[in-house]
């Protein structure tokens, strides 16, 4: 059990180009204006200097050549220096964290995408994160075949092109998807389910819903309660 704070450390989750970062966007605003609990908005990989250098290898597909569990303790690696240096203090501080993506990655897209054995990485989560677990984890659902879409649709604006993961064929992000939709089933009371699929105004009231649903004094101005705790 975490010690008592006024603030939350919020996930989100899903497959590429679900719209987490423009949803992390919008509950950052809403939260801001409706509870006085200061929020920091940060991502995985990444979130501080050397977990940020960590991904630059990550993305570029540079440690692709070592497998999946060179990636998976990189990624480890970072989130270790992300938690210590950010994420727990921004938490003792009882600021609200609203992270992209987070431990459940690893699990789906090392783990159940990349062919990891489940028991190594849950045994890698637990020496990495700890007792620093999300008390809320939206999981952006969407047809992967709509978010590779969304993703090339922006990176054609932008330029750029597919990352080491975007590059990787559809049967993969298929799996990342039910990867993610049996954490979500195995882990209801952590985990809700957003249709990622319908436009960002209504995808922003779904969340805006859960965490009334989940944490009502982040959006309510209710009295926190054990929730936070
Ligand atoms: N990874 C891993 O393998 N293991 C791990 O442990 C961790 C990560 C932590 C990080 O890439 C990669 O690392 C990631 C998994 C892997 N795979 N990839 N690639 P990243 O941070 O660069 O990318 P991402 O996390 O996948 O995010 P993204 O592709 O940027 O997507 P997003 O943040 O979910 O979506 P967005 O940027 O908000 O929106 C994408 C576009 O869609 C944009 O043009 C929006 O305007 C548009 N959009 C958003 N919402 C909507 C709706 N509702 N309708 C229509 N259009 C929309």
Partial sequence: MQARRSGAFITFEGGEGAGKSTQIGRLAVRLRG??????????EP??????EAIREALLAGTVKRHGPF????????????????MIRPALARGETVLCDRFADSTR???????????????????????????????ILDLDPAIGLGRAKA???????GADRFEAEALGFHTR????FLAIAASEPERCVVIDAG????????????????????????????????
């Fill in 176 to 179: 990342l998807r039910e990867a």
């Fill in 198 to 229: 319908l436009s960002v105004d209504a995808v922003e009231e779904a969340i805006a819903a859960a965490i009334i649903a989940r944490l009502p004094h982040h959006l309510t101005g209710a009295e926190a309660t054990d929730d936070a705790a």
């Fill in 108 to 138: 789906a897209y090392q783990g159940a995408a990349g062919g990891l054995d489940p028991a190594l990485l849950s045994a890698l989560e637990r020496v990495v994160i700890g007792n620093t677990r999300p008390d809320l984890t939206l």
């Fill in 34 to 43: 409706a509870s006085s609990i200061p929020v920091v908005t940060t991502r």
């Fill in 46 to 51: 990444g979130g501080s200097a050397k977990a």
């Fill in 154 to 160: 922006r990176a054609g604006e932008g330029g750029g």
């Fill in 70 to 85: 060179a990636e998976a303790l990189l990624f480890s690696a970072a989130r270790i220096d992300h938690l210590d240096t």
